[in-house]
């Protein structure tokens, strides 16, 4: 508001709103990304106490308070053509999370986040015909092809939860536009997490009675909760107000990297060569086909797509 008051007196001594607004949006998502590896790392450190399941089951339930918190649903107002995609979205949201853990657990962070993004990327791809994004997947295609070559200690069960993680997040994006477009605000992502908070419970409770956890093992859980869904859902949040939709798009790419790297340095998951060139070629595929003339557009008014991924 200052910054206005100063433009509209003649001042030219301040920054320009847009850029600040602009900048402060980028250094938001980046956070945003920084924050969401390092809740994965922490989870991963829990994987041997208390298994990749009883992790997830506690950071649903951390992103379901976060999200009953901020999106306050009116439950008993929603309507059945509302609740279908809204528990279409529990189920998709609760499986992409188990499956994208139990890849993290057998393939290591940066290889199963990078998998992952190989649903955006379809979404894109499918939803265009532009040549680009045809050379675009074929790129990623080929990068897959590369993550995925034979060897002695290549894990295929892990690349298939990653892939199947990919699936899940293509079908939340899909879902999310659905349940967007029927429930108004944020209430629709909020009763489909509080859904699949429940759907865990019983999940969850057996696994922690089978895997009884540290008090440290459950601080990184909680950590993760916190890390990978609150603090990503708040910046994303705001970060939206400052750029564009697709623009957030684009900055999503920096997530396997990221977790490359904090797998490398946290965890100590390293990738031979040939895996961080098929990382970079998956994240520029990604960022290509995200990309638009006119990126640094207006922002426009939607929901973050990866604060709970």
């Known amino acids: 508001m200052a910054l206005e008051r100063d433009n509209r007196a003649g001042r030219t001594d301040a920054p ?9 949006g980028i250094a938001l998502m980046l956070g945003s990304a920084l924050s969401n590896q390092s809740g994965a790392s922490l989870a991963a450190l829990a994987f041997p106490v208390m298994g990749p399941v009883g992790v997830v089951a506690v950071r649903q339930w951390v992103a379901a308070v976060v999200l009953l918190v901020v999106g306050r649903p009116r439950l008993r107002a929603f309507t059945a053509t509302q609740w279908r995609p809204i528990l279409a979205l529990a189920v998709v949201f609760a499986t992409m999370n188990l499956s994208l853990y139990l890849a993290i657990d057998r393939i290591g962070l940066g290889l199963a986040v990078t998998l992952e993004f190989l649903g955006p990327l379809a979404i894109a791809v499918a939803s265009s015909r532009r040549r680009r994004d045809v050379l675009c997947a074929l790129v990623a295609a080929a990068a897959v092809g590369v993550l995925t070559r034979p060897q002695p ?11 199947l993680a990919a699936v899940c997040w293509a079908g939340y994006i899909l879902l999310n536009r659905s349940v967007g477009a029927r429930v108004p605000g944020l209430q629709g992502s ?3 997490a509080a859904l699949s908070g429940l759907i865990y419970l019983p999940v ?9 956890p540290t008090l440290g093992a459950m601080l990184c859980a909680l950590a993760a909760g916190v890390l ?43 990738l031979d060569v040939a895996s961080w060139l098929a990382v970079v070629a998956i994240v520029a595929a990604n960022t ?21 991924n």
Not at 157 to 163: C, D, E, K, M, R
Not at 204 to 212: D, E, H, K, S
Request: aromatic share 10%; net charge neutral.
């Open 16 to 24: 320009a709103p847009a850029a600040t607004s602009r900048w402060a």
């Open 153 to 163: 200690s290549t894990d295929y069960v892990g690349i298939g939860f990653a892939l």
């Open 190 to 192: 909020a009763a489909a």
């Open 204 to 212: 969850g409770c057996v696994a922690l009675w089978l895997n009884p």
């Open 228 to 270: 990978s869904s609150a603090v990503p859902f708040l910046t994303d949040l705001l970060a939206l107000r400052r750029v564009p939709a697709r623009f957030f798009g684009i900055f999503m790419s920096v997530n396997p990297v990221f977790a490359s790297v904090i797998g490398m340095l946290v965890l100590d998951q390293q």
């Open 288 to 308: 290509i086909s995200a990309s638009a003339p006119a990126q640094l557009a207006a922002p426009e008014n939607a929901e973050p797509k990866s604060a709970t």
